[in-house]
């Protein structure tokens, strides 16, 4: 029913309209018998309080924002949903905040539109600093995640990102392959998740008696299937040879595939790929692929956790927190 008002509750439940007012703010005296009556009316006509009432009331609006680079992005995408289903479970709603991993585009989703609109954020940085981060609204509660800039007054989230990335190169090690290339990282400014993922890469090949090659480390202009594809095979054709490919992201495996095909190399008998994150899509490639799944659930659960437990009240330093991962075995590069 559209507009829907506190008193058309009131009149439906026979109550006040203070006492509908005081089970919308979950004041904690109200029976439990009166908070089901209220509640009943509520679900029956389809109320939704006012945001600007509620702050008015309770100076709190009931939203979290989670602002990330690219709203486009597979990883991003089930991020998104999972820290929406968490936060839907503790009474808030999310807005998406898509930064486009420029520094105009974070400094404004951690101190600009959402100043005085939400009551919390969920950031995963990508070019601010930790420097500045520190400095930036420190009245707004905020849980990063990931690999980037992470202040030790602010808590973060992220997986294990060296010890995941040893574990790929390892698998791919235990199938006998020797000429390993990463595929994925920046060409011009290193970020902090190719920096740690590159480093796992390079300790594993280094603990079986491999020296890492440069020459292994294929760039690529974008995190896209297009450009993975593109650079993998710039590299093959430019006469690197290689029989693996571990893959900083699922969207430059898929893009190897596509190279490889093309080039009438057989996935994983001649050369075999690992990716990284898991999304929907690589359990339905042809071959399957291999990667690397953070825990998402546990990710946004105690992400959203940690803000809840910010926005009211706590004031220790950050808490910086791992969650798990494992390493899904497919098709790509099966288990030996």
């Not at 998104?80 to 807005?95: C, F, N, P, T």
């Not at 292994?216 to 095979?233: D, K, Q, R, Y």
């Not at 339905?284 to 990710?299: G, R, Y």
């Not at 659960?301 to 899904?328: K, N, P, Q, S, W």
């Amino acid at each position: 029913m559209a507009g829907v008002r506190l008193q058309d509750v009131a009149e439906l439940a026979g109550v006040s309209m203070k006492t509908v007012s005081n089970v919308v703010h979950e004041y904690p005296h109200v029976s439990d018998r009166m908070r089901e009556r209220v509640q009943k009316a509520i679900d029956e006509l389809g109320y939704r309080p006012n945001l600007l009432g509620r702050r008015l009331a309770t100076g709190r609006t009931g939203l979290l924002a989670l602002a990330f680079a690219d709203v486009t992005l597979p990883y991003f995408a089930e991020l998104a949903r999972r820290v929406s289903d968490v936060a839907e479970a503790q009474g808030y709603r999310v807005l998406l905040e898509q930064t486009d991993a420029t520094l105009d585009g974070e400094r404004a989703a951690v101190s600009g539109i959402e100043a005085g609109m939400v009551d919390g954020i969920v950031f995963q940085p990508s070019v601010m600093s930790s420097a500045e981060l520190a400095q930036t609204r420190s009245s707004l509660p905020m849980v990063i995640l990931g690999e980037g800039a992470a202040p030790l007054s602010i808590d973060r989230v992220m997986i294990d990102n060296v010890a995941a990335a040893r574990e790929a190169t390892t698998h791919l090690l235990r199938l006998g392959r020797r000429r390993i290339a990463f595929a994925g990282h920046e060409p011009d400014r290193l970020s902090r998740t190719s920096e740690l993922r590159i480093a796992g890469y390079q300790a594993a090949l280094e603990d079986a008696g491999i020296i890492p090659d440069p020459a292994m480390l294929i760039p690529s202009n974008a995190i896209s299937p297009v450009e993975g594809a593109v650079a993998i095979g710039a590299a093959l054709d430019g006469g690197l040879q290689l029989d693996a490919i571990m893959c900083r992201d699922d969207l430059a495996a898929i893009g190897a595939l596509r190279a490889l095909q093309e080039r009438g190399l057989r996935v994983p008998e001649d050369v075999a790929i690992t990716g990284w994150d898991n999304t929907l899509m690589t359990s339905v490639t042809f071959p399957s692929i291999t990667t690397i799944a953070p825990d998402l659930t546990a990710l946004a659960t105690r992400a959203v956790a940690m803000l809840c437990e910010r926005i009211d009240g706590l004031a220790t330093m950050g808490r910086h927190e791992l969650v798990g991962y494992e390493l899904v075995t497919r098709e790509s590069a099966p288990l030996v």
